[in-house]
């Protein structure tokens, strides 16, 4: 018997991309599938092109209120899953036609590993180009990956699980609350990945293309900014469920993700107290890094923009 997989895509005025989307989710060449269309408050004509697809296999469930991120509307998706396994996809990307057979051929092939990813590619227009992940080991074949595993990777800038990449198997989960919802605007799904990994133990990731994620697409994910409190947070949050070498290797990666949420919000001219960056850091992961970024917090935002323009760019 074929395992279901229910898909879940959260849907906030997405209007001109929802069809696209859905369709890429019809055509796939894997056909067990619950489709979870979730309404999340959507105040244009998005659900309008939802209804314009007579699939038995799409169901829409509603949120009265829109969380940002998409956090609330993908977990309450798990909460009203019904398959064996579930998928992600963003309402603007799409997946390649093989994508669910591929993936649901490494679950049996690694029948006790409960976190499937795959390779995906960005596009910037008209240019695509892979993951960093992807780009560097798509032609070493299959790769297994605990914490410690996908840390190390993650802190060079390559991340293995992305929103659009993921099947999980729902009988593990630990919670439907896979998502930091509350808590940040913005890049919560890279806290989601360390939780799930901390918690569920161990990931395969495939070597194939699972979809095209369209990076010039505006949504409230381009326009808000992280947390810095969310990443400083997790080191404590993942303390019950990780070993001391995980919890080294997570404090390293907090550190990463406070100096990009702290990055992301200067560059938005959110106003921050001088000790936000330096206050934050776990100084005892990296004393080098969290001294550098300290004093470079010291610089006028400004005077470092220029300099990344008139030294990097050109």
């Not at 229910?6 to 796939?28: C, G, H």
């Not at 410690?148 to 990449?165: E, I, S």
């Amino acid at each position: 018997m074929q395992p279901l997989v229910t898909v879940v895509i959260p849907v906030y005025n997405k209007e001109k991309y929802i069809a696209r989307t859905i369709q890429s989710v019809l055509d796939q060449s894997y056909s067990e599938i619950e489709l979870l269309i979730v309404d999340d408050a959507a105040t244009d004509g998005s659900l309008s092109r939802v209804s314009e697809f007579n699939d038995p296999r799409i169901k829409v469930v509603r949120r009265d209120t829109a969380g940002p991120g998409g956090y609330a509307a993908r977990n309450f998706g798990v909460k009203n899953a019904s398959g064996d396994w579930v998928a992600f996809l963003d309402a603007d990307d799409v997946w390649l036609p093989d994508h669910l057979e591929r993936a649901v051929q490494m679950t049996r092939d690694y029948p006790n590993i409960p976190i499937i990813s795959a390779g995906r590619i960005n596009q910037f227009g008209e240019k695509q180009e892979m993951d960093p992940f992807t780009e560097h080991f798509i032609d070493d074949g299959v790769k297994v990956l605990y914490l410690t595993d996908y840390l190390k990777f993650a802190c060079k800038g390559m991340r293995a699980m992305q929103t659009n990449t993921l099947l999980l198997k729902r009988e593990s989960l630990f919670s439907h609350q896979i998502f930091p919802e509350g808590r940040t605007n913005r890049s919560g799904d890279l806290y989601a990945w360390v939780q799930l990994l901390a918690r569920m133990k161990v990931m395969v990731w495939s070597p194939h293309i699972s979809a095209i994620s369209y990076r010039d697409v505006i949504g409230v994910s381009r326009t808000s900014t992280p947390s810095i409190q969310l990443f400083r947070e997790m080191v404590d949050d993942l303390r019950p469920y990780s070993s001391p070498e995980d919890g080294k290797w997570i404090k390293a990666y907090a550190n990463q993700m406070i100096k990009y949420a702290w990055l992301e919000k200067k560059k938005k001219r959110v106003s921050l107290p001088i000790s936000a960056l330096p206050g934050s850091f776990y100084w005892s992961s990296d004393i080098s890094f969290c001294l550098k970024w300290t004093l470079i917090s010291i610089i006028p935002f400004g005077f470092l923009e220029w300099m990344h323009n008139r030294f990097l760019v050109e």
